[in-house]
């Protein structure tokens, strides 16, 4: 329970954060399968994709500031880690096939580790800016 509220602490900030447009958490009510989700899951895991407002240059200026949240090509790890879909899930897919998945430009997804939450929303908060 305790590593459940560490997380969304994290998402939660990301969600009222002014440089996202979207977060898409099915922990967050504000997903639209958060019901089924709730219903299916015991927790909601530690992964979230966010839609920085700005689009592709936003979200690489984004992911280049970060310190504490590490780049890496697969999300999965101890440490908090992230990659940019389009240059790694979604690489070289057109506009019109990015759309049809559901994928923008400024899409970064991000796996929370076991860094201090405090630390974690710090370092987003900074690349964000």
């Known amino acids: 329970r305790a590593e459940r509220v560490r997380i969304r602490r994290v998402f939660r900030f990301l969600e009222g954060h002014r440089a996202i447009d979207r977060v898409y958490y099915p922990g967050l009510a504000s997903h639209p399968d ?25 979200a690489f200026r984004a992911f280049d500031k970060l310190k504490i949240v590490k ?40 796996s929370i580790g076991l860094e201090d939450p405090s630390d974690v929303i710090e370092d987003l908060d900074q690349a964000l800016a």
């Open 71 to 110: 780049r890496a090509a697969s999300l999965g790890g101890v440490e908090s880690i992230c990659s940019v879909p389009i240059l790694t899930s979604q690489y070289g897919l057109t506009d019109e096939e990015l759309v049809r998945a559901g994928v923008s430009k400024g899409m970064i997804r991000i």
């Open 34 to 58: 958060h019901a089924i989700a709730a219903k299916q899951m015991s927790g909601f895991g530690g992964m979230v994709t966010i839609d920085i407002r700005g689009g592709q240059a936003a």
